[in-house]
């Protein structure tokens, strides 16, 4: 069969490479493949498709019984939604100074939500027990926002992994103080590739209560998800959902994607590649003289410093961001389809700009 004429043109050139975002990769083929089994035809509209019905039963396969799948738009959306349904609205969230939802997302939880956002500096981005305390306080004091959620990311804005037993202790400690656990999952199956364990052994198994579910950074076109799983801590959440602007009309086509990501190991092939391109990265880089690795390279994120001006050269050869500019921290990320020659002409690239400083 002829494939359906257009009349949209390629308008980039899909040699190009960079390391600034695993967002800058295209759409998994077997996501696409999805996307068009679920097009023609007519399904009902927002949500009540066969489509997001059945991942329901593929979302309980990876965190239980009792989680339940709420398709949104973007990964701010589905941040922005899961901590309204936790959280009153005199409530704060508790959460490390580097947490996506502090510094990248435009001060959406502060501005849509209405929550106070009580950060922590982290050495690694994690949060910790003694972490949490620094802020969790003031809980009957009327002239503070009250702390009712500890928000975590797993894997880390820094790049970094929580192991199952530290989010169980993150999770007991938080409950302890009557509040409850989000976890930012945008990269969760990178950090489950890094552990080799299953999603659920860092989420519903430690404890958390809700999270976000990534799709986009790991071959997705388009879609994330927050995953409810303590049914009993989350209020009204589909009213929440339409009210932020994230709910899909025709929802199919996101949940398709996470069916196909999800329903057996795609998601976790293209994680585990991700990880080892960037391990890759890591040991070309730490063989360049006055290049230094920042952060443990646990998932697909290689953090270093370098001298500003080989960065501002390297740039023009290579897109990626400087994460802090004044220190000459950047930050190079690696996506699913990030190949060992993509990784070795960046490395390669760079001792020539460290040799000709």
């Excluded at 679920?38 to 593929?58: P, R």
């Excluded at 003031?138 to 990311?153: C, K, L, N, Y």
């Amino acid at each position: 069969m002829n494939p359906p004429k257009t009349d949209a043109r390629r308008r980039h050139d899909p040699s190009v490479r960079g390391f600034a975002s695993d967002n800058y990769a295209g759409v998994h083929p077997e996501v696409l493949a999805a996307l068009a089994v679920a097009n023609g035809g007519h399904q009902v509209a927002y949500g009540e498709d066969v489509y997001t019905e059945h991942l329901q039963q593929v979302v309980r396969g990876h965190f239980g019984a009792t989680a339940e799948a709420y398709p949104v738009f973007n990964g701010t959306g589905a941040n922005v939604v899961a901590l309204q349904a936790v959280t009153d609205r005199w409530g704060a969230v508790i959460c490390a100074e580097s947490a996506h939802i502090n510094t990248d997302e435009g001060g959406a939880p502060e501005q849509v939500a209405g929550i106070k956002l009580l950060t922590v500096p982290t050495p690694d981005g994690k949060l910790t027990p003694e972490l949490i305390d620094r802020q969790a306080f003031g809980f009957e004091d009327e002239h503070r926002a009250m702390p009712q959620v500890v928000s975590i990311t797993q894997s880390t804005e820094l790049g970094t992994v929580y192991t199952p037993e530290e989010i169980r202790a993150v999770c007991e400690h938080a409950h302890a103080h009557g509040m409850a656990v989000h976890l930012d999952g945008s990269r969760l199956g990178n950090a489950a590739a890094s552990l080799d364990v299953p999603m659920r052994a860092f989420t519903n198994a430690a404890g958390v209560d809700l999270l976000s579910l990534g799709g986009t950074k790991n071959g997705a076109m388009f879609g994330e998800a927050v995953v409810v799983i303590d049914q009993e801590r989350v209020r009204r959440i589909k009213h929440l959902r339409k009210t932020s602007m994230q709910l899909a009309s025709k929802m199919r086509f996101v949940s398709v994607q996470f069916e196909a990501l999800l329903s057996k190991d795609l998601w976790l092939r293209n994680a585990r590649h991700a990880n080892e391109m960037a391990r890759r990265l890591a040991e070309g880089v730490r063989a360049v003289d006055g290049v230094e690795i920042l952060y443990p390279v646990q998932s697909n994120a290689v953090f270093a410093r370098l001298p500003h001006a080989v960065t501002e050269r390297l740039q023009k050869r290579f897109r990626f961001y400087f994460w802090d500019e004044a220190a000459g921290d950047v930050r190079w990320m690696c996506a699913y389809d990030t190949s060992e020659d993509d990784v070795d002409a960046f490395v390669a690239a760079l001792k020539e700009e460290m040799a000709s400083r």
